[in-house]
């Protein structure tokens, strides 16, 4: 079982930052990628930025160049650095890991956080 815990989110001006970080606690040497997703209303959830196990990371389009994930050394913490932030990035954005094969491929989720970019 892998449990996330997020933080930070809130309210934030067009053209600030905002960091959001999560913590994988539980059976963490499970854990192949973790990552957020964001969901603006109206709009399919969709990938924000991944980070494998190995240090692979994907990001959107819409963010590239703005948005940086990272991990912590014991690869249980993912933090998504925003910078540039932009209206159409107001979303709730989820925490997620995903599992290896011996979890079957078990998707894992954090309880969502509110960023709403907003002057």
């Known amino acids: 079982q892998v449990q996330l815990v997020e933080s930070g989110g809130g309210l934030v001006q067009p053209g600030g930052s905002l960091k959001l970080s999560c913590a994988a606690s539980g059976s963490i040497f499970g854990i192949y990628a973790m990552g957020w997703y964001r969901q603006a209303p109206g709009k399919q959830r969709e990938l924000v930025a991944s980070?494998?196990?190995?240090?692979?990371?994907n990001y959107a389009d819409s963010v590239k160049g703005r948005f940086t994930i990272s991990r912590d050394n014991a690869k249980n913490t993912a933090n998504l650095q925003m910078n540039s932030l932009k209206p159409e990035d107001t979303a709730v954005y989820y925490c997620n890991a995903k599992g290896e094969a011996t979890t079957q491929y078990r998707n894992y989720w954090g309880q969502g956080t509110q960023v709403t970019v907003s002057s």
């Open positions: 980070i494998t196990r190995g240090g692979t990371t």
